[in-house]
């Protein structure tokens, strides 16, 4: 009678700490919802394509998910033991897993609002602005005068792109590329495709929905 006693006690404890698990999907999803949300609502109110390095929001929320999972974690030892928490062991795994893997395909530069002709233009466009001469091939683009190759793909069907530059000793070449991009998409007339501003919104809402609700 005691051990069942000892038993409901415990589940009762758990339960009264099912906060942790909320918590835990909170920065979970909030560092991956709030930069969807914001690539959505920024392209739909311009109307106008976008590159962003999606890597300078995850740097943000990388050390805020590692410094609130681990609070959580110190508490729910405490005050659960380990059989408390290890589903929550394993669902703060998964999600540093995930960050891993989300952290290693956003290298270089994100574009949206984008068509193949619409990106194209922008990116011969910025080339020929910064006197940056090239050769194009099917897999790259090579920049002759200083010997690196970009790499860039669009998913027109999404209106979303990537590009990168395969030698990290020319960042700053990148950056000035994609900030003359902007610049050609903030000033040049050009077709768009919002699918992904617009599916972000609409994912965002149902996740802060459900977040709400659960």
């Given at each position: ?15 009264s ?41 995850y740097?943000?929320s ?57 990106f194209?233009?922008?990116?011969h ?55 003359a ?13 919002m ?20």
């Open positions: 009678m005691e051990d069942l006693q000892d038993e409901i006690t415990y589940l009762t404890k758990i339960m700490n099912l906060w942790m698990y909320k918590v835990a999907m909170g920065i979970v999803v909030l560092p991956i919802l709030i930069p969807t949300l914001m690539i959505g609502i920024r392209g739909v109110v311009t109307k106008k394509p976008f590159l962003v390095p999606l890597r300078s929001f740097k943000v990388i050390p805020v998910f590692i410094v609130a999972a681990g609070g959580l974690i110190f508490y729910g030892w405490f005050e659960l033991g380990f059989a408390g928490i290890a589903p929550l062991l394993i669902f703060l795994l998964v999600s540093g897993v995930m960050f891993l893997m989300l952290w290693m395909q956003t290298e270089g530069y994100s574009a949206f609002g984008v068509t193949d002709e619409s194209q233009d922008s990116l466009s910025a080339l020929n602005k910064l006197n940056l001469p090239f050769e194009e091939t099917i897999y790259r683009i090579r920049l002759t005068s200083i010997e690196a190759d970009l790499h860039a793909s669009v998913q027109s069907s999404l209106g979303c792109a990537q590009i990168k530059i395969m030698h990290p000793g020319h960042r700053s070449t990148l950056k000035s590329i994609v900030d991009m902007n610049e050609y998409f903030k000033t040049v007339p050009c077709r768009t495709n699918t992904t501003n617009v599916c972000s919104i609409i994912f965002s809402a149902l996740i802060i929905i459900t977040m709400i609700y659960i």
